[in-house]
C-alpha cells in the first residue's frame, strides 16, 4: 500500500520557467517531509525538507509548500535550469515509525529543456 | 568529508545464493538505513542500525538481515535469494540523534538475480 505517491512519472518544463512538482499521502501520521532529486547511477540526494508545523519552506530556487489537510505537499522549482533534470522523490516520516523509516513515492522524472 | 559508500556496486547471483552487501557510513554518522528499490515498489525501507543495534524494521521477510559494526559499518545480508530480489539496494547514513536530521545516501549496489 502506497502511503506516499507522486501521480506524474514525467513533468517537462522549459528553461527558465517554474517546475512544479506534486506529492499526496494518506498517513496522517507524517509529520515530517522530504525532497529528493536522483540522478542515474547515483544516489538520492537530499534536496529540502519541511515539518508539519509550517506551510511552506524556502531554500534558494526551491520551496516546497504543505498542506496538511488536503495530504498534499508541492516542490516549486524557480527559474528551473538544464541541471535541474533528475528523477525527483518526495518522502515522509512519522516520529512512531522512526524518524529515519522514510517512506518514498514513486519519483516524477523532471526534464527541463534548453 | 568523503561520502556514503557501497560494496560491490554490481553483483549477479542465482536463485538460491545468499549475497551480502557493505556500507560505510559518513565518518562521524552512527546510523545506518538500508532501502530496497524496484521500478514496481519504488523504494522500500528494510531496516536501521544505530550503535551496533536494530533501531527500527520495516515489512520484509526475515531472509533480510543486517548488522553493523564498531566503526558503523553496516552489512546487509540476503539469505535464499529470490527472483524478485533483484533491485538497486541503498544504504543511507545519518547521524542518529533524535531531531529529524538528513539522511546521506550511498550510489547503492545493483543486485540481479537469475
Known amino acids: 500500500d502506497q502511503q506516499v505517491k507522486q501521480n506524474s512519472p514525467s513533468l517537462s518544463v522549459q528553461e527558465g520557467r517554474i517546475s512544479i512538482l506534486n506529492c499526496d499521502y494518506t498517513?496522517?501520521?507524517?509529520?515530517?517531509f522530504l525532497w529528493y532529486k536522483k540522478y542515474p547511477a547515483e544516489g538520492p540526494t537530499f534536496l529540502i525538507s519541511?515539518?508539519?508545523?509550517?506551510d511552506k519552506n524556502e531554500d534558494g530556487r526551491f520551496t516546497v509548500f504543505l498542506n496538511k489537510s488536503a495530504k498534499h505537499l508541492s516542490l516549486h522549482i524557480v527559474p528551473s535550469q538544464p541541471g535541474d533534470s533528475a528523477v525527483y522523490f518526495c518522502a515522509a516520516s512519522a516520529e512512531q515509525t522512526g524518524a529515519n523509516n522514510l517512506f518514498f513515492g514513486t519519483g516524477t522524472r523532471l526534464t527541463v529543456i534548453p | 568529508k568523503a561520502g556514503v559508500t557501497q560494496t560491490p556496486r554490481y553483483l549477479i547471483k542465482t536463485r538460491g545464493q545468499q549475497v551480502t552487501l557493505s556500507c560505510s557510513p559518513i565518518s562521524g554518522h552512527r546510523s545506518v538505513s538500508w532501502y530496497q528499490q524496484t521500478p514496481g515498489q519504488g523504494l522500500q525501507f528494510l531496516f536501521e542500525?544505530?550503535?551496533?543495534?536494530?533501531?527500527n524494521k520495516g515489512n520484509f521477510p526475515g531472509r533480510f538481515s543486517g548488522r553493523q559494526f564498531s566503526n558503523s559499518r553496516s552489512e546487509m545480508n540476503v539469505s535464499t535469494l529470490e527472483l524478485g530480489d533483484s533491485a538497486l539496494y541503498l544504504c543511507a547514513s545519518s547521524l542518529g540523534g533524535d531531531a529529524r536530521e538528513t539522511q546521506y545516501f550511498g550510489p547503492g549496489t545493483r543486485l540481479l538475480v537469475l
Open positions: 519541511i515539518s508539519s508545523i509550517k
Open positions: 498517513n496522517s501520521m507524517f509529520d515530517y
Open positions: 542500525y544505530f550503535s551496533e543495534t536494530q533501531r
